[in-house]
């Protein structure tokens, strides 16, 4: 793209170089009087802030404190078109109905999960309040600047939100009520079927299904015969064709609203003749041709879909020498919904709003019967979902999964051998604290490199037996625990951060189970979760680790009686966790019951890995799962292989994603093979991962591009 134009804030020199009056008298130059930023300092920050912004929009990245175009930034996200579209049309279809008493204040209601959207945050609105004013004023007036016009004009603005359309057979709508001094207001409900088709489904409470489009006619009669005759008639009789018909009423021969779109503007000779019909009241013109936000050669259109391919720069990556990609193909025109598919911590659950959790909570101590009762809640909804036997203890620890595992190990092991299985970075870390840090004799090592698992039937279940379920790092699970002895002698320690909430596991063949609260349920970090069997407790109350330090995060039984500590898995945390954590999880928790549990969740990241390998099968010349084994493969950490491309060309296509915001954090673990990790849990929607694929081939296509570029000068 070109910069059609800047402004900039100078401080003219004194007494005027010659340099300044060429400058100023340039007949492309418009100079303004000087309005603030008198100090060098100011003047900098000014520069630079334009600079920043300027790059940012020819990088494709972002567009902000663009007066004279719409919100590309919002306009990005083609499926929220739509409902803008919607909004801006409510407001220039109350702004024609207004009569001369003056509006007081405007009315936003937002009902349903998608229209109370955090990334909708404020967007509806300022829609609203531009269709306003675009048909009150001649000056333009932008998505950027309503706002502030409304407010300078007197006018008050509200919005309320409500994740549920109450009383209402649509699961999103959007009202507009204007106010009016005179103390009346007219109430108009509109909503979107499908992808982009818009409805006006209700005008002051009455029921409607009308079309708000184009060069309409609106009007108040009794609901009789022969009103509609006499109204189209006259529209005939005037070569006026009318395009479809709505009707608002609550029951025959009431008061009804009837909305007809006409396929051109009805001139003034033709609304007197309806005038004189003495049927009709409130009779008015409605025109809408021009707000087309959401269609095909809209106002969005020049600045979405370019014909020619621009040339995307990042100019830190420039300076530092780094490769620079030139966009040479077509991008996708779906975006994914959420560009979060990072493995930890991981995305939030659909719908997700941090102003919906409860603050009760805050400020009050984890011991109170409230924050007690709170993290009670918080195991018992947990063992719950997961299916535990009832005879299984689960307690929330410090210091996330790491600790959590981290505790069992020092609490238990080195009462027996020890084999410690590992396919993956965390694996092999246990391994490590296990021969360095505990000096554990007897210890087995069972590895592999990654994308494989080891020949687990070589375990010795008379051993203690540390392993992980899901290798977050690898994309490598274990199959089943067949290998795993019901008869076993030594404790089976499972590491499932990544597999908790996302894979079936058989409790019995488990004894101690770990897992953190930010991967498959998208809680935050800091926060850890171990599950102890009835043999783990007995190991516990029958074994002390001699001459072995124990940290105060450690310890799960009574120093003085050596009996195990129930109290940790009755809700009597060891240190003070997060209360607002608490509140995130147990919003997780609440989301995942309502998907169907445990079953549920499993279904949800099973076929969102099948999107997946369907596109790899599609693509499998360059696009191939780390795991070859389809039988051992992850469906949360899925880790992928980007064949015949350099640790430094994979960075590329990271770079692109996220310079697109269509994907962050997916580059694969630091220690692993060059590649991405795309987490598939259950909080990431297919839908997001079917959009997210073709940026991934157009990703893999321009760094292919440029590097063939680069080869042949």
Known sequence: GKVAGMAFD??????????????????????????????????????????????????????????????????????????????????????????????????????????????????????????LLSHMLEEEVTFTNAKQIAEVMGIQTVEHK?????????????????????????????????????????????????????????????DQPGVLHKVTSVLAKNQINIGCFGLAREESGAA?????????????????????????????????????????????????????????????AAQEGESVAVVRHPKPRVKPASPNFGSGPCKKRPGYSLAALSDVALGRSH????????????????KKILKLPKDYHLGIVPASDTGAFEMAMWSMLGERPVDICYWETFGKQWFKDATTELKLDNVTEFSAPFGELPDLSKVNCDHDV????????????????????????????????????????????????????????????????????????????????????????????????????????????????????????????????????????????????????DFAAENSRWFKFLAADKAIRSSTSVCLLIDGFSKDQVKQMQKLLEQEQVAFDIGSYRDAPPGLRIWCGATVETKDLEALLPWIKWAYLEVKSSSEDAKAE
């Open 256 to 316: 009804a609203v009837s909305v007809l779109n006409v396929d051109e503007a009805i001139p003034d000779s033709v609304m007197e003749e309806l005038e004189a019909l003495d049927m009709l009241t409130h009779l008015r013109r409605v025109n809408l041709l021009e707000l087309n936000t959401a269609l095909s050669g809209g106002v969005w259109e020049k600045f979405l879909k370019p014909k020619d391919a621009s040339v995307v720069v990042d100019e830190a």
């Open 10 to 131: 100078i401080h003219a020199p004194s007494p005027p170089s010659d340099v300044w009056k060429q400058l100023v008298q340039h007949p492309n130059v418009i100079v303004t009087p000087h309005i603030g930023a008198l100090t060098k300092d100011a003047q900098q920050k000014v520069a630079r802030d334009l600079a920043y912004k300027v790059n940012d929009a020819l990088a494709g990245k972002s567009f902000k404190g663009v007066l004279n175009a719409p919100n590309i930034d919002f306009g990005k996200r083609e499926e929220f078109l739509p409902l803008l579209s919607l909004a801006e049309k409510l407001g220039s279809m109350q702004a024609q109905l207004l009569d001369d008493s003056r509006l007081s204040r405007v009315l936003v209601v937002s009902e349903g999960p998608k229209v109370t959207s955090s990334e909708l945050a404020g967007q509806l609105v300022k829609g609203v309040l531009k269709g």
């Open 367 to 382: 011991r109170s019967t409230l924050g007690k009762g709170l993290l009670e809640e918080s195991i018992v909804r947990s």
């Open 466 to 613: 540390l392993f992980t379920w899901n290798g977050t790092t690898s994309g490598v699970r274990v199959p089943n625990a067949d290998w795993i002895p019901d008869d076993r002698k030594g404790l089976v320690f499972n590491d499932a951060t990544s597999a908790a909430f996302a894979m079936d596991m058989p409790w019995h063949k488990i004894d101690v189970c770990t897992f953190s609260w930010q991967k498959v349920l998208g809680g935050e970090g800091g926060h850890g979760v171990i599950i102890l069997s009835p043999r783990a407790v007995e190991r516990l109350e029958s074994f002390v680790p001699e001459n072995r330090p124990m940290p105060k995060i450690f310890r799960m039984t009574n120093a003085a009686t050596g009996k195990f500590n129930k109290g940790i898995f009755e809700g009597s945390t060891i240190n003070t966790p997060s209360m607002l954590c608490v509140e995130d999880y147990l919003d997780a928790l609440r989301w995942a019951e309502s998907v169907g549990g445990m079953d549920g969740l499993v279904e949800i990241s099973q076929r969102n890995l099948k999107v997946v390998e």
């Open 162 to 222: 409500h994740e549920e359309a109450s009383g209402s057979g649509f699961s999103d709508q959007l009202t507009v009520i204007f106010e009016k001094e005179n103390g009346t207001s007219k109430k108009i409900t509109g909503t979107v079927f499908g992808k982009n088709q818009l409805r006006l489904v209700a005008f002051d409470d009455l029921p409607m299904d009308a079309i708000p489009s184009g060069s309409m006619l609106l009007f108040n009669n009794t």
